[in-house]
């Protein structure tokens, strides 16, 4: 099994350059309507190329030096991660319809007998019940997939995060770009896509997890669920 982060060499540096290309479009330092023989084009796709580059590393860097946690706290914001109030959704209102509410609360109804008293305690207990699930699982196919989507799209929003910053700083510095209200838009809105595709990606994971550990019964061991339900965030 590849590396769950194989996606770094791949998906999230392909990301990185197609946000930094779409950013000097938008600025108009880089013109694919002129002809690519003139000078002065070919200035500019030397100098987007360069620019292109020192945003891709940067981000690249400011990707791996944040931890795990922080960026799971930059996803998540003011909002409880998913795990962190699985059992709680499941009992008050279940969507998923790969099993029934019953099936949870008889499959886990040691977890929910000893529910601490206060949501804080509640939402630790609710995500080290859930994780100690996940770690039975970690390296089911399905499971190492979903876990695999949420790093990648987690990732690039990071990315984006990053590249936001150095936008503004360059912008308002008046290095190689001018500051404007449109690009800063363009950013903010790939934050917002790409934060609404990680809190999706954690929510789908967590429940693949209790679908699968709850199904364990019922199918073959090797028997992966191909079918996948979106569920809104509430």
Known sequence: MNSIKDYRNKELTAYIIANALGLL??????????????SENISRIINSFLITSCLSVFAYLGDSILSGDIKDKLVDLWRRRPGGVVFTKIKDNNKDIRFTTEQALEKYKDIYSNFPTTLKERYKYENSKWYGIY???????????????????????????????????????????????????????????????????????????????LQQKAMPKNYFFDKEEEMDDE
């Open 25 to 38: 479009i938008f600025l108009n330092i880089l013109d694919l309507k002129e002809t690519l023989v003139s």
């Open 135 to 213: 770690h039975k699982y970690q390296n089911v196919e399905k499971i190492y997939n979903s876990n695999r989507d949420y790093l990648l799209c987690r990732d690039m929003h990071i990315a984006t995060y990053v590249m936001t910053v150095l936008y503004i700083v360059m912008g308002a510095f008046s290095v190689v770009v001018n500051l404007t209200l449109p690009c800063v838009f363009y950013e903010v809105g790939f934050l917002i896509i790409t934060n609404v595709a990680a809190r999706q990606k954690a929510k789908r994971l967590v429940y693949n997890v209790i679908a699968y550990d």
